[in-house]
């Protein structure tokens, strides 16, 4: 080890910091989870990135690859091992020219430690952007590998479907380019199957012209819950694709389960007549109690992420669910979001330009979803606790009526995780996919694919 360090250093321009440096408490966690490595190495180039890998395989200790470090799971940190940070190399950079393709879309080249605020507002001068997550402190790696959801899935897609080249250090300290001509197993591997392929040091969008959204929600009351909630599932089935929706019941800083139905809405356009028209049946659903719905940069849409306090935890699972199953789902979300002891639930639309790609087509399966059920809680790890067999409950009743996973909401990536996230088939090629590009399964701090067998 210490020979592999002297060579460390003299190879990695970046920052090494070990315990007990200035800065460690803060480069050890990450946004979610707290973390003790031996190693936070901070490239400043796609060489250091190499030469930390190089390290990390010889090591023999955990590797963590870390982005934005938002992942519920933590899989940007660890406990005695060695961890990646790629906030340094963040560039946001249009490439083509300012000359758009045939389709109107421009090639956009993002750093792997780059964050979707950074390319909003990177893009925003250009009135370009690519369909992204909802938090600006998110990291476009960690969303895009494996999936990114946002308000803009319904219009265009996935933040992988934007996806036309990555640039990755492989397992063995090779630099290659994944694309439909160069490496496609891998590029196919890449678009849904997360970080288990390598550290993608950067990332070539597909941006589309955008203009301001409207955005805001529309609440309604708690005891008119089941009936809007079945409204605007049925709406959204046919609803403009313009138009992208989450629903919120429980809110637990507006009244827990007696807090107003909060439907979420982003109209990806600046038309006043056509958002009116495509918002207004959602305001006939029910009683409306408020409506914030305005105009606004699309740039703006994006929260920021909060980082908890010492001690307090956040605990998330999903669930997707397909059409025939959306009647009960709902009902068994809005009696459990209307009673006490309830998480904070979400419930997300789907459809739309996600659906339109075929299941095969990239690593990322759940095509034909129709919603996406999230539940949220938060507290010191006895709070959890307590929560936990009321959370438990719900999800056992869910159960009969979800159909697969999304990664990026998953607090766990134990073997059912892994199995809900990806379907046999899609598990299969990806496992020939990494025996290829790191069969020994370097790159295990993910929802981990292991290498194939040799046939």
């Known amino acids: 080890m210490t020979s592999a360090l002297d060579t460390l250093r003299r190879d990695f321009g970046g920052d090494i910091i070990e315990p007990g440096d200035a800065g460690y408490e803060a480069a050890a966690r990450s946004r979610l989870v707290a973390g003790s490595p031996a190693y936070v190495l901070r ?86 952007a690519i369909s992204s997550g909802d938090t600006r402190s998110v990291g476009v790696g960690g969303l895009t590998l494996s999936g990114g959801m946002g308000w803009k899935v319904r219009r265009y897609g996935l933040a992988l479907d934007s996806l036309v080249a990555a640039q990755l250090v492989t397992a063995d300290g090779a630099v290659v380019t994944a694309s439909a001509d160069e490496h496609p197993d891998l590029f196919w591997a890449i678009r849904g199957g997360g970080g288990n392929f390598g550290v993608v040091t950067s990332f070539e969008f597909a941006a589309h012209p955008t203009t301001r959204v409207f955005f805001g929600k ?35 800083f507006a009244g827990g389960p007696e807090a107003p139905v909060e439907i979420h809405v982003a109209f990806d356009g600046d038309d006043a007549d056509a958002a009116e028209q495509a918002l207004a049946p959602i305001r006939r659903l029910g009683t409306v109690v408020a409506d914030d719905v305005e105009l606004m940069a699309y740039a703006d849409v994006l929260v920021e992420g909060a980082t908890p306090p010492p001690g307090v935890h956040v605990l998330a699972h999903d669930g997707l669910v397909d059409q025939k199953s959306v009647p009960e789902a709902l009902r068994i ?26 299941g095969d087509a990239t690593a990322y399966a759940h095509r034909q979803a129709e919603l996406m059920v999230t539940t949220f809680t938060g ?37 059912t995780d892994v199995t809900s996230v990806y379907p046999e088939p899609t598990y299969e090629r990806l496992a020939t996919v990494k025996r290829r590009y790191d069969p020994s399964n370097l790159f295990a701090r993910n929802h981990n694919v292991r290498p194939g067998q040799m046939s």
């Open 43 to 128: 490239p400043k180039a796609v060489a250091d990135v190499q030469a930390a890998v190089r390290f990390a395989s010889g090591s023999g200790l955990a590797l963590s690859v870390r982005g934005g470090g938002h992942g519920f799971a933590g899989f940007g940190t660890n406990d005695g091992g060695i961890v990646i940070d790629l906030g340094a190399l963040a560039g946001v950079e249009v490439v083509d020219g300012g000359a758009p393709a045939g389709d109107g879309t421009h090639l956009v080249r993002i750093g792997g430690g780059a964050t979707w605020g950074q390319v909003a507002d990177a893009l925003a001068p250009h009135g370009l």
């Open 218 to 252: 529309v609440s309604f009351p708690a005891t008119e819950a089941a009936a809007v909630l079945q409204g605007w599932a049925d709406y959204l089935r046919t609803a403009p694709e313009e138009l992208t929706s989450i629903a919120n019941l429980a809110n637990p």
């Open 333 to 358: 979300l809005a009696e459990a979001g209307t009673s006490s002891g309830s998480p904070s639930i979400a419930v997300r639309s789907l459809g739309g330009a996600m659906s339109r790609v075929p």
């Open 379 to 415: 507290g010191p790890a006895p709070v959890i606790e307590a929560h936990r067999p009321a959370l438990d409950a719900l999800w056992d009743r869910l159960a009969p009526h979800l159909d697969g996973a999304y990664a990026n909401f998953l607090s766990t990536a134990d073997e």
